[in-house]
């Protein structure tokens, strides 16, 4: 993980993807952070798991 | 840049369309997936100066209309067709240069950051940021160097995904390197003028370097320069460069969905990773964000109007204006004004509909103004018998994108087949013309509004 991924962030987009979600429904619950601060936690997500698709395109992490 | 050329860049474009009032600056603080909206609002193209959390500033919207495209350019809006035809007939080879303004800063290696650039959230259901304004540029031993127009969506901060679904030169060259389990270097230009862009837009066949019809839309050769990390030439005015790799792993890689150029929301898709290696850019470089569904297809629409006076001229018709119109994604619908001889509109109809794309198409004579909605429509009411007039041709080559074919039922692999159509609204033989003999008002040409109204 990039020291300048905020962990918190990180986390509470994880628990947004126990449930098939837009990444614009990812922005919206955590739009008050930085944009870019979303970018990177986003990438340290897709870095560590492989996320699942539905045929809308709506992104869930699987129970590891 | 040498001598005598003018080499105009991307910003020097935009000027031109500002001082048009084609161009309008947001002054205020705007997030990133703000700015979709914003230029879909706007009144003209819109630079976003200052977005939040970057020092990089956003364009978009520069194409949205014929007017704006036109602007671009440089040219009339009546010359679309005719000018990029003309520029496909005479291409002009690129020069290599030594250095260029897209190379005055270099980021290599674990310095690279995708994130550093506002690359924005576009459409309510996208599968995240995209680049949209993305140009690659790649090379193959055999075929030659090769540019393309690819959306791109972000992953992680130095993967993206890329839409290599479809047939293109790309997709060719990519599969050679893949069946040998190799990476294929690629360089992806966000930011060049639309000289450039246009003519990657164009489906020029293999072998044919877009970056000669630049040339012949320039009028003079692109200047281009070699890449940090690759055997790739781009555009050395280009504002951002992504220098990379597409990793072979085939079509595996979630990708979308995406606003497509129909101006409906695509489906997700399985596509192959760019790993991006290099961010070449200017000291203060200007991120565009091409706005979907009209920036898109506005590229294309002077290269569809091109094949179709070419289709028409084999047809051996008299071609007096072509018009490929906004609610045919400027493609699939199409309105040709032409000197008629007897069946010539049928002919022109026929030929036409030949052409891949198109899928609707009215003819006119020449004495109807076919940028102008209402005299079209005059045309076909009073020139158009529905039983003699409409032509139906069934079974012909259609598109996945269009949801009426339904490609859903088609199995995998299969093409689908649509039925198309054309509107014969020249004057039926046979009916002199007097009898369309227009209503003139007394003394017009007398008569100058400004004179009573001021």
Known sequence: ??????????????????????????????????????????????????????????YWLEKQ | MRAGRTNE???????????????????????????????????????????????????????????????????????????????????????????????????????????ALPIPLMHEKDGGPYISAGVAFANDPQLGPNAGCYRMMF???????????????????????????????????????????????????????????????????LEMVRAKTGDVLVPANAEIVLEGELLPNGWTADEGPFGEFAGMQGDLKHNPLFRVNAITHRRDPIFFALQMPWENDWLNGPATEAACMRVLGLAGIQVAAVRATEGGCCGWSVIAAIKKRAGEGKNAIAALLSLPVVKQVVVTDDDIDIYDSDEVEWAITFRCQADKDIVILSGMKGKHVDPSVRPWDLPPGQLPTTSKFGIDATIPEGIPAFRYERIVPAFDADVRAEDYLS
């Not at chain 1, 020291?3 to 922005?27: C, G, H, M, S």
């Not at chain 2, 020097?12 to 879909?40: Q, V």
């Not at chain 2, 990476?183 to 230009?189: G, H, K």
């Open chain 1, 1 to 58: 993980m990039s020291e300048t991924t905020d962990r918190a962030l990180v986390a509470d987009i994880e628990r947004l993807l126990r449930k098939p979600v837009y990444f614009r429904d990812v922005l919206a619950a955590v739009g008050s952070h930085p944009y870019r601060a979303i970018l990177r936690a986003w990438s340290d997500i897709r870095t560590r798991h492989s996320l699942s698709r539905d045929e809308f395109g709506r």
């Open chain 2, 9 to 115: 860049d991307f910003r020097t474009m935009l000027a031109r369309m500002e001082r048009a009032g084609h161009l309008l600056r947001a002054k205020r603080s705007i997030r990133p997936e703000h700015i979709t909206a914003l230029c879909n609002k706007a009144p003209a193209a819109v630079m976003c100066e200052k977005v939040e959390g970057y020092d990089i500033p956003v364009v978009g919207g520069l194409y949205w209309t014929r007017a704006r495209l036109a602007s671009a350019l440089g040219w009339k809006e009546s010359e679309l067709g005719g000018r990029f035809a003309a520029a496909v007939g005479r291409p002009i080879a690129p020069e290599t240069v030594d250095s260029g303004a897209c190379q005055e800063v270099v980021v290599t290696g674990d310095d690279v950051d995708l994130t």
């Open chain 2, 155 to 221: 992953r992680t901060s130095r993967e993206l995904g890329i839409d290599l679904f479809t047939a293109s030169d790309l997709r060719r060259y990519y599969q050679t390197k893949f069946d040998r389990g190799e990476p294929l270097p690629i360089a992806v230009t966000v930011g060049v003028h639309i000289f450039e862009h246009m003519a990657a837009a164009y489906k020029a066949p293999a072998g044919l370097n877009e970056m000669h019809i630049a040339g012949g839309l320039r009028g003079e050769p």
